[in-house]
């Protein structure tokens, strides 16, 4: 097991040396980005001359420098949050109020206000950058009764500061909806630079379309209560209204085409610095690490691939190592032939099993929580009896004895009501509840979740008899409907008896008010996003099959010691089985429907169709077994029923 000290110089190492660089060139950029929004600010197509000259001396003025200063800890605080809720797992809310909750959650209500504040730094860097009436937020003028020259309150500055700190909670608030702390690994290998200069366009298209989409949503909302921060900054900074001056929070001041321009072009570049740095992130992150097979000296034991693959505390390392496991299966003769060799002394495959066993590991786990799934659907919310599973187990184990075959996996059946489709990995910042792999389901302990809302909708106390684990096969809990939002489901979550256990609590036949149902409705999963969150972590799958079936066909001509061969009855049952639990699944409704298109976001949504890829690279995987074995896989000992679907690939049916 990977010890905490291998694990605290990996993350050194790696991450945030990744991490490091990633924010160093978007500090090497951040001049390039400002020159160009200094030359759009004062863009001028008559007075080219002028444009240019006025360009270069701002450029050089002590008030840019010190802006670059600003911006320059506004991408250090940027990239520290992108270390910091950056997942490999993302966060799919199955419900509107698990959505909620994750708004609303204090972490997050943290993280909307530093980014609003680092909006209003920004703007504020724009606006002097741009200078003329947006340069102070005080400025003279003379009063209409005495004359007399005071101090007034600059609105033009005000509304581009408000606007900063719209963008950044917008900014903030859409990292949340479309899982922008999201990073996924790419499915061609590409170095930094092509990859940066790809994504580049797209970068700065998302920065335009969303700041315009910003400014419309700012200037609707700053037309209807835009006076509410005006008269309280003027009366807390003790500045006067100008009268003579048209208001911005009327129709006529917000027609103002030098005013939009501004601040759809500070927009453009509050929201190109912030993007540049997630990109710039998630190049880094996911380069990949070449870790070493085997080590020969004992101290480095703990860094070679076998061990890092069965470290369960950090994802990002089992990524990589699953990683850089599905490359070497494909592209390195030399390391196959590594994990394929024998332990000197002993003579024992120690790198295969280690291997063969994490990747059946994952992907039995896979198939355990795909077959829950079904049978809570199937089930409309209630899971079968232990009775009925363990007869069922019982009946595959004695078919399988009577064949002959040796002991395989077998379709695994849940006794336990299925809650969340959780994942396999865990964080190594905050533990099975950080950000790094939050849970795809409401989850009712945390803070949004208050008892009285529990008891509202029906959530029964852990202490409750009628709560917490069934305390017999024969009691479960009705859950709501997995796939339909109607009202004819459970409204109060109340528990289910069966004959054998009498009639149910004589409060579940109560009528729900009218709260407690609307909660109950908000809480109904959402069958799309209930389908995503199943695979959500299916990436480290897909490397897992990529990795196991090259590994095994390769194996066909350079394993000369016959290692892969003792293990090849459970890695074929193990993807037939898969393969059936898959399929049984996009049977099922939703599962088939294909995501709606993004106009454009900074947010991946890779995820959304990695139940797609998963589908594609277990029949690929298969059929790269098949083809490579063709009919010495008759030899090999597995049920009637595996070998009659491993034929319909040998024939290329599937």
Not at 214 to 241: D, M
Request: net charge positive.
């Amino acid at each position: 097991m990977f010890s905490l000290k291998q694990n605290c110089w990996f993350i050194k190492k790696v991450v945030i040396w990744r991490a490091v660089a990633s924010i160093a060139w978007s500090v090497l950029l951040l001049p390039v980005t400002t020159a160009v929004f200094v030359l759009l600010s004062r863009f001028s197509l008559f007075h080219p001359i002028q444009w240019i000259s006025e360009c270069t001396s701002l450029l050089t003025a002590s008030s840019t420098v010190f802006s670059l200063v600003v911006l320059c800890g506004v991408i250090l605080m940027t990239g520290f949050f992108n270390l910091e809720f950056y997942t490999l797992v993302p966060s799919i809310p199955c419900s509107r109020v698990a959505l909620l909750g994750t708004v609303l959650h204090p972490r997050q209500c943290v993280h909307s206000l530093v980014y609003c504040t680092m909006g209003m730094l920004v703007m504020w860097c724009a606006s002097v950058t741009i200078g003329g009436r947006y340069s102070t937020l005080g400025t003279p003028c003379r009063q209409s009764e005495s004359g007399e020259l005071v101090t007034c309150l600059n609105e033009y500055h005000l509304f581009l500061l408000l606007a900063g700190a719209f963008m950044g909670y917008s900014h903030s608030f859409l990292g949340v909806v479309q899982n922008m702390y999201y990073v996924s690994f790419q499915p061609i290998q590409q170095y930094k630079y092509p990859r940066f200069k790809g994504s580049l366009p797209a970068v700065v298209k998302c920065s335009v379309i969303q700041s315009l989409y910003s400014a419309r949503n700012f200037a609707a909302l700053y037309f209807f209560f835009g006076y509410v921060p005006k008269t309280w900054i003027s009366s807390t900074l003790n500045l006067q209204i100008d009268s003579s001056l048209q208001p911005l929070d009327s129709l006529t001041g917000l027609l103002d085409f030098s005013l939009l321009y501004h601040l759809a072009i500070s927009g453009t570049f509050l929201y190109l610095t912030w993007y540049l740095t997630v990109l710039l992130f998630r190049i880094y992150v996911t380069e990949a690490y070449s870790f070493p097979v085997q080590s020969t000296f004992t101290e480095d034991a703990e860094q070679c691939l076998p061990k890092v693959l069965v470290e369960k505390d950090t994802s990002v390392i089992k990524f990589l190592a699953l990683h850089d496991l599905a490359l070497l299966s494909q592209h390195s003769l030399s390391r196959r032939l590594e994990v394929f060799s024998l332990s000197q002394p002993g003579g024992h495959p120690h790198n295969w099993n280690a291997i063969s066993k994490e990747c059946l590991s994952l992907l039995s786990e896979l198939t355990h929580r795909l077959v829950a799934h079904q049978d809570a659907v199937a089930s409309n919310g209630r899971v079968k009896s232990q009775s009925a599973s363990s007869d069922t187990r019982s009946a595959s184990s004695s078919s399988s004895v009577m064949s002959g075959t040796e002991d395989i996996p077998e379709t695994p059946r849940l006794s336990v009501p299925l809650r969340t489709p959780g994942s396999v990995f865990k964080s190594s910042v905050g533990g099975m509840h950080s950000a790094l792999t939050a849970p795809f389901t409401p989850d009712v302990d945390s803070p949004f979740s208050s008892p009285a809302i529990r008891r509202l909708v029906g959530q029964q106390e852990p202490q409750s008899p009628w709560g917490g684990t069934i305390q017999s096969p024969h009691v479960m809990r009705r859950g709501p409907k997995l796939w339909s939002s109607s009202t004819e489901s459970q409204t109060n979550g109340s528990p289910l008896a069966s004959p054998a256990t009498g009639p149910s609590p004589p409060a579940a036949t109560q009528k729900p008010s009218f709260l407690a149902q609307w909660l109950q409705n908000r809480r109904e999963q959402l069958p799309e996003a209930s389908s995503q969150a199943l695979f959500a972590d299916s990436q480290a799958h897909i490397w897992a099959l990529q990795g196991l079936s090259h590994l095994v066909a390769a194996s066909f001509s350079e394993d000369q010691f016959g290692v892969v061969q003792t293990t090849l009855p459970s890695i074929l049952s193990c993807l037939v089985v898969l393969l059936e639990a898959v399929d049984r699944h996009f049977k099922l409704p939703h599962a088939s429907s294909k995501p709606a298109r993004t106009i454009c976001s900074m947010g991946d949504s890779t995820y959304k169709t990695l139940r797609f890829a998963l589908r594609a690279a277990l029949k690929t995987a298969i059929y790269k077994i098949t083809t490579t074995f063709g009919e010495h896989l008759n030899a090999v000992k597995i049920s009637s029923e595996h070998r009659k679907r491993l034929q319909q690939f040998l024939e290329f049916k599937e």
